[in-house]
């Protein structure tokens, strides 16, 4: 493309991450014109520094448990070391395979893929150098960064997620800044290869966005594992010296450890990206759009980690596709946020759709809960995992909030999303016949219970 070329899509996509990309190749799909911008790799933060990466350290770590604690189930195993070199070999092959496979559906579809840093310098045009790419719309998709605190470095000894991916040894002692999402999988990650590990976390629970109950659960989970949480307490400041990083606490109280990983929250790509200078009305950074993901300027629309909300893939995902259909006149319904599935995956997993017991108890006037014990799971006893499958519902109604934790909770979300989704009742789902033995039955057997008819639990 000759050097100041302008060329007209019916869409021109600023940022190739999961939202991004997904935009793009449901809007192609849809016989759009489109053109996709990234300057880094296809793919974004999600496959390449964010959850395909870390859930890969994360299988690693319980294959590390496993080894570990093989004499449990009458096997004779033992647990030598980790093997960063290696670790890191299976990681990088897992994002490099699913790299491919995205690039190879990028290419086959009408997409005009430029790569190369976007700016958007008119409602309806972006700039990627010398070439002006002009859209009838334009979706700013630019994706976050990992935050820090002020005053506090990133460098050496002190680092993020993005760093913390590419670590070639286990450190011996680790402390994890925040005990949100990030930060109590990597504290996971890290005990699970041998560290010592303590989690700073200024709110006074982990995982705060989650359950009450869950945040106990996984508390008393980490207790056991003998990772430390220091919760309610605020960071005050750091400094490294030689191999160590001194960490001090509000009050003058000090830690020490041979790596600090800063785990306190993601922050949206916008600056600098000409949004201001259009017009885009943005918050603290974050760009601002209606229930249709149109920002303030017309023909503008926004998806992923820059929009206000949950910042997870299958988000952006879903607010990608919603946007390639409207912009394609199919007028797909808003996305309802609350019936977006979260999982955190740690050891043991959290997994939870819809409202929290604190959140339905503010929305409606009475409301029952019932909490599952995993105790009575046979496969859960098998796995040898403890928690809970905790409902939430408002009194006499549909269910609006399902909670889990336990190892591979996770796996069960999608029929938790169901019920929610679908406003099932507990009766409902209790005249479904669910197979024995799995932890999908704990699903069920929470709403025989919350139905009045328990089986393998109390009434």
Not at 6 to 11: A, G, H, K, R, S
Not at 49 to 62: D, N, R, S, V, Y
Request: with cysteine.
């Amino acid at each position: 493309m000759p050097a100041g070329a302008e060329t007209t899509y019916d869409v021109v996509v600023l940022g190739g991450g999961s939202g991004g990309y997904a935009c793009a190749l449901r809007a192609a799909g849809l016989g759009l014109s489109v053109a996709l911008v990234e300057k880094a790799k296809l793919g974004g933060t999600c496959l390449h520094q964010g959850c395909i990466p870390t859930k890969a350290l994360l299988h690693a770590a319980e294959v590390a448990d496993t080894a570990r604690e093989g004499s449990r189930f009458g096997v004779k195993t033992t647990f030598e070391s980790i093997d960063m070199s290696g670790v890191n070999r299976y990681k990088d092959g897992v994002v490099a395979r699913l790299h491919k496979g995205l690039q190879g559906l990028v290419s086959a579809a009408t997409i005009d893929y430029v790569e190369g840093e976007g700016r958007l310098v008119a409602p309806d045009t972006v700039s990627v150098g010398e070439r002006r790419l002009t859209g009838r719309h334009v979706v700013l998709a630019t994706g976050s960064f990992p935050r820090t605190l002020p005053g506090l470095t990133i460098g050496g000894r002190i680092m993020t997620s993005e760093q913390a991916l590419t670590l070639d040894h286990v450190p011996a002692r680790v402390i994890v800044l925040g005990g949100g999402v990030i930060g109590v999988e990597f504290a996971s990650v890290f005990r699970s290869f041998g560290s010592e590990v303590t989690v700073v976390e200024a709110l006074p629970r982990l995982v705060a966005a989650e359950d009450e109950g869950a945040s106990k659960q996984l508390e008393r989970a980490f207790r056991k594992r003998k990772i430390v949480v220091r919760a309610g307490v605020r960071f005050s400041g750091a400094t490294q010296l030689g191999d160590v990083v001194t960490v001090t606490l509000e009050g003058g109280e000090t830690l020490e450890a041979d790596l600090l990983l800063v785990a306190v929250g993601r922050g949206p790509v916008t600056e600098g990206l000409g949004y201001d200078e259009v017009g885009v009305a943005m918050e603290r950074g974050f760009v601002t759009t209606d229930a249709r993901l149109q920002t303030s300027v017309p023909g503008v629309y926004a998806v992923g980690d820059i929009v206000p909300g949950l910042q997870l893939a299958h988000r952006g995902f879903a607010q990608g596709i919603f946007v390639a259909e409207d912009i394609a006149g199919l007028q797909p319904a808003p996305i309802d946020e609350t019936g977006i599935p979260r999982v955190t995956y740690c050891d043991p997993e959290i997994a939870s759709v819809g409202l929290t017991e604190a959140q339905a108890r503010e929305k409606f006037a009475d409301v029952e809960t019932y909490e599952y014990n995993l105790g009575g799971n046979g496969k859960s006893q098998i796995l040898q995992t403890a928690g809970f499958v905790k409902l939430v519902r408002e009194k006499d109604g549909p269910v609006v909030g399902v909670h889990m934790v336990g190892a591979r909770m996770g796996e069960q979300i999608g029929e938790a999303q169901l019920i929610v989704g679908w406003e099932g009742f507990p009766a409902d789902v209790a005249s479904l016949v669910h197979a024995h033995p799995t932890q999908n039955e704990a699903l069920g057997e929470a709403h025989l219970a919350l139905a009045g008819k328990p089986l393998h639990a109390h009434a």
